[in-house]
C-alpha cells in the first residue's frame, strides 16, 4: 500500500505547489499592466480603482462559495473546476467588450483564485498529515513566486508581442492571456489527485479511511476557535494591505525619494519568503502558539510605529521588523491544520477564517486612506495598522490550544468523541 501512495503523494505534492503558484498572477500581472489596460479596455479612474479593490472582496466570496462546493465535489476535483474556470475566464478577460465585461471576468478569475486559497489547506491535511509545516511551507514560498515572477515577464510580454503584431493593445490582452494557459495546464497536473480524492463530499469517503465530521454540522459561527483563526487571518492581511498600499505615500511625503521608497516596498514585500519557509515549522513545534503570534504581532506594530513617528531614520530597519511582523500570513495558514482534527474541519475553518478574514482585509487600505485623507497625515495609516495588531492578539488568545472539534463537541453542535 505504501508502495502504491508514495508516488501518488508526489504527484499531488507537485500538483499544490503549480496551483499555489497560480493563486496571485491575476492581480499582479493586472496592477503591471494597468496603465496599459486603462487605455486599452478602456476603463475610467474609478473602474480602475474598483479593480484594485477587488481582490479581497473576491477572495472573501470564495470563502462563503467553497463550503457549497465542499457539500456536492471533493477537495480535489473543486481544485481542477477552479483552474478551468480561471483559465477560461482569464484567456476570455483581455478581450472583453468593455469596462463591465472586463470587471465581471475579473471576478470570476479572483473568486476561483479564492477558493483555491481555501481548498489547499484541508487538500494538505488529506494528503501530508505527517508533513503539514514543510508542505505548507513549500506551497507558500510558490504563492510568493506567483507574486514575484508576472512583474518581471508580463510587461517584457506584452512588449515583444506589440512588436510582432504592431498593436500595444493585442500586446497586453496576449501578455495576460497566457496566465490563463498556464492555469489551464496546473489543471492538468490535478488530475490525479481529483480521481482519488480525499477531501470528499459529505456522506462519502474513500474506502478506510475515518469518517469526517458532517459539514451541515459543522457550525463554526459559534466556535470561539474559528473566530481566534479569523481574527489573526483577517487583521494581519488588514495591516499587510497598509503597506503594501501606502508604504511609497508615506515614507515620500516624508523626505525619502521615489527609488527608495519602491525599493522598500519590494523590501517588506521579500520578507515573507523567509517567513513562508520558517514559521509553519515553528508553529508546529512550539506548544504555546499565543505567544508566537503574539511575538509576529508586536514585531509588525513596532516597524509600523517607526515607519509612522520616524520614517526616514533607520527606514531599513523599520521595513525588515515590519515585514517579519507578516509572518502572521503563513502562521494563520498553518494554524488552520493545527486547530483541527479532520480534512473536514480543516475545510470548514479555512473557508470561515478566509471568508471572514479577507472582508477585514478589504477595509485597510480604505480605512487607512481615509484616515490620511481627512486629517493629511500619513503616519495615521500606520498608527492604525499598528493598533489592529490588538486584535491578532486577541485572536491568538480565542484560539488558544482547543481544537474546533473541541469547541463544536462542547457547544453539542457534534457528538463527542470516545
Not at 499555489?20 to 496599459?36: G, K, M, N, Y
Not at 492538468?188 to 451541515?216: F, I, M, S
Not at 480565542?398 to 474546533?404: I, K, M, S, V
Request: charged fraction near 10%.
Amino acid at each position: 500500500m505504501a508502495e502504491r501512495t508514495a508516488p501518488r503523494r508526489r504527484a499531488v505534492l507537485v500538483a499544490i505547489v503549480l496551483l499555489a503558484i497560480t493563486l496571485r498572477p491575476a492581480v499582479t500581472a493586472t496592477s503591471s499592466l494597468l496603465r496599459r489596460i486603462v487605455d486599452g479596455v478602456p476603463l475610467t479612474v474609478t473602474e480602475a480603482g474598483l479593480l484594485g479593490s477587488l481582490p479581497p472582496f473576491c477572495f472573501a466570496a470564495a470563502g462563503l462559495l467553497v463550503p457549497w462546493l465542499l457539500r456536492r465535489l471533493s477537495a480535489e476535483r473543486i481544485a481542477v473546476l477552479l483552474l478551468v474556470v480561471a483559465a477560461g475566464a482569464q484567456v476570455v478577460r483581455p478581450w472583453a467588450p468593455g469596462a463591465w465585461a472586463f470587471l465581471a471576468a475579473s471576478v470570476v478569475v479572483l473568486v476561483a483564485m479564492g477558493g483555491g486559497n481555501v481548498v489547499l489547506p484541508p487538500i494538505v491535511k488529506a494528503w501530508f498529515p505527517d508533513r503539514i509545516p514543510q508542505v505548507t511551507g513549500a506551497y507558500l514560498v510558490a504563492v510568493t513566486a506567483g507574486v514575484a515572477v508576472p512583474p518581471l515577464l508580463s510587461v517584457p510580454v506584452a512588449d515583444a508581442v506589440a512588436r510582432a503584431t504592431g498593436s500595444e493593445v493585442t500586446g497586453w490582452r496576449v501578455s495576460l492571456a497566457l496566465w490563463g494557459a498556464l492555469a489551464a495546464v496546473v489543471a492538468v497536473a490535478w488530475l490525479v489527485p481529483a480521481a482519488h480524492p480525499r477531501v470528499v463530499p459529505v456522506g462519502r469517503r474513500p474506502a478506510g479511511a475515518q469518517p469526517d465530521a458532517p459539514h451541515h454540522r459543522l457550525s463554526v459561527w459559534r466556535s470561539r476557535v474559528a473566530w481566534g483563526v479569523a481574527l489573526v487571518f483577517g487583521f494581519q492581511s488588514f495591516a499587510s494591505y497598509i503597506g503594501f498600499t501606502w508604504l511609497p505615500t508615506r515614507l515620500t511625503d516624508a523626505g525619502v525619494g521615489d527609488q527608495r521608497a519602491a525599493v522598500m516596498l519590494a523590501v517588506f514585500g521579500a520578507m515573507g519568503l523567509p517567513a513562508s519557509i520558517v514559521v509553519p515549522r515553528l508553529a508546529a513545534r512550539v506548544r504555546n502558539t499565543f505567544a508566537l503570534v503574539t511575538a509576529f504581532a508586536a514585531c509588525m506594530a513596532t516597524g509600523y510605529v517607526g515607519i509612522a513617528l520616524a520614517p526616514a531614520t533607520l527606514t531599513l530597519l523599520w521595513v525588515l521588523v515590519a515585514g517579519w511582523g507578516s509572518g502572521l500570513f503563513p502562521l494563520a495558514l498553518t494554524l488552520v491544520n493545527l486547530r483541527t482534527r479532520t480534512p473536514a474541519t480543516a475545510a470548514s475553518l479555512s473557508a470561515f477564517s478566509q471568508g471572514v478574514g479577507y472582508l477585514v482585509a478589504a477595509a485597510g487600505p480604505f480605512s487607512a486612506g481615509a484616515v490620511a485623507g481627512a486629517t493629511g497625515r500619513w503616519d495615521l495609516p500606520f498608527l492604525l495598522g499598528a493598533a489592529s495588531m490588538a486584535f491578532v492578539v486577541l485572536g491568538a488568545w480565542l484560539a488558544g490550544r482547543r481544537t474546533l472539534e473541541d469547541d463544536l463537541e462542547h457547544a453539542h453542535a457534534l457528538p463527542a468523541t470516545p
